[in-house]
């Protein structure tokens, strides 16, 4: 008799998506009473080795199922210790005590996602102290010398139509429901899928399923879905914009009949101005400030305006939800997601209003000497963090924030002690 297999996932503090696969004997009526253990010393920062012992438990209902594929049904997970307790650094529970402090004070967050990558025939990375290798192979004879030639619209090509309508199916049979599915600027075979907005929770659950949905399904298919934030130099980097409303019953607080409510610019005006800390958590990598860079439409300005792509927080002329443009798939999505929510709650509590909207190009040199920008690195970011936060009390305690930024400055040290290929071309001279 063949075997069930649930392989339960979870992202980790540090952002890496961790997983477990459970067999079974048939398929259960029901996955809550799965589990397994884990060895919580493995996992940076979360236990002793003397004292490793964790559990790991499904903490959803839904499931994606792979079976076809090889991969067997994917569900999300939650960490307890022993005593049944939830652990402490269980990025889930953020996003479920973030939900309930909305509910608390009568609000619901939905939000929507749109998730950017590459397909790839196959792309290798190697790097040790003799040799460092990046080698992406395209679907087609596209080369990055076609930089500038724009792929926003253009025809799918035919074998990745035939993968993502797999991969919309099997989204959709399980509950995470994709409305949009386009070619993106990238000259190598760029695609978006955007996600109907669903509870703050839910979506966090979906963010992660969806980006382990499409790699494995892709990779079925001898292919390779990449989201890391910049893979190339020349060319466009992948983003996971958010789109955000608040409610209180049916009613949308955040917009009226004329558009932006008052709230709305309060909302928007919090996640301004938190953004120089907020970034830790949605851009969480050394990556990631690669792709916050000008030239390639990914946010650098610490701003808003109505329709303006070159903004952090765009407002859709013809929408009912904000859109937050910086965030990349390296993002945790119960930190990042909530963490925004937070901010912009600071905003509506202490009515900060975010000035008028921008409509100019931000990506031009001539700008005014007003506008903020981004960091320019993770530890920029990251300091930002330790100096901001109070923001996040109501779900992010101090120590918390500590640890995540512990364990984050040890990527920026490893960073410092490891040439780049860049670097020896420089000095090719001397090298």
């Known amino acids: 008799m063949e075997q069930e297999k649930i392989k339960i996932i979870f992202p980790d503090i540090t952002g890496v998506h961790r997983e477990v696969e459970i067999f079974l004997h048939n398929k259960p009526e029901s996955i809550y009473g799965l589990k397994a253990g884990v060895d919580g010393s493995s996992l940076p920062g979360y236990s002793r080795v003397e004292n490793g012992d964790l559990i790991l438990k499904p903490a959803s209902g839904k499931l994606v199922d792979l079976r076809r594929y090889g991969n067997g049904l994917l569900a999300i997970g939650a960490l307890y210790q022993f005593n049944g307790e939830r652990h402490c650094l269980d990025t889930r529970l953020k996003a479920e005590e973030a939900q309930k402090y909305l509910s608390e004070q009568g609000l619901e967050a939905l939000v929507g996602f749109e998730l950017e990558f590459f397909m790839l025939e196959k792309i290798r990375h190697y790097l040790d102290s003799r040799k460092q290798l990046l080698h992406a192979q395209p679907l087609d004879n596209t ?8 792929k926003y619209f253009t025809s799918i090509n035919s074998r990745v139509y ?11 049979q399980a509950g995470i429901v994709p409305f949009k599915i386009h070619r993106e600027n990238g000259v190598l075979n760029q695609y978006e899928i955007s996600f109907h907005p669903t509870s703050l929770l839910e979506a966090c659950d979906n963010v992660i399923l969806s980006i382990k949905t499409i790699r494995e399904i892709s990779r079925a298919k001898k292919l390779t879905a990449v989201f890391m934030p910049k893979p190339f130099p020349d060319d466009y980097g992948n983003g996971l914009h958010l789109h955000l409303s608040l409610w209180v019953g049916a009613r949308n607080i955040l917009f009226e009949d004329e558009g932006l409510s008052q709230e709305g610019r ?28 000008p030239g390639f439409e990914a946010p650098v300005h610490i701003a808003w305006g109505y329709g303006n792509r070159t903004t952090m927080v ?32 600071d905003g509506l509590r202490k009515k900060i209003d975010p000035g008028d909207g921008v409509e100019l190009n931000l990506h031009e040199k001539q700008l005014p000497v007003n506008i903020e920008t981004l960091p320019l690195s993770l530890k920029e970011a990251l300091e930002e963090l330790l100096s901001d936060h109070e923001y996040l009390k109501p779900v992010f305690t101090r120590s918390f924030i500590e640890k995540y930024v512990e364990l984050k400055m040890r990527e920026v040290v490893a960073e410092r002690s490891i040439p780049s290929v860049l670097e020896y071309q420089l000095l090719e001279h001397i090298s």
Do not use: C, W
């Not at 080369?143 to 724009?150: A, D, K, M």
């Not at 035939?162 to 199916?169: A, F, G, K, M, Q």
């Not at 970034?279 to 400030?289: D, E, I, K, W």
């Open 143 to 150: 080369s990055l010398t076609r930089q500038g030639v724009g």
């Open 162 to 172: 035939e993968v993502l309508r797999e991969i919309t199916i099997t989204l959709t």
């Open 266 to 293: 309060y909302f928007i005006g919090g996640i301004l101005q938190h953004a120089r800390s907020l970034v830790a958590f949605t851009n969480p990598s050394l990556n990631s400030y690669k792709r916050l860079s």
């Open 314 to 345: 765009r407002v859709p002329r013809n929408g009912d939800s904000i859109e937050i443009r910086n965030p990349d798939a390296s993002m945790n999505p119960y930190l990042g997601i909530s963490a925004i929510v937070l901010a912009g709650l």
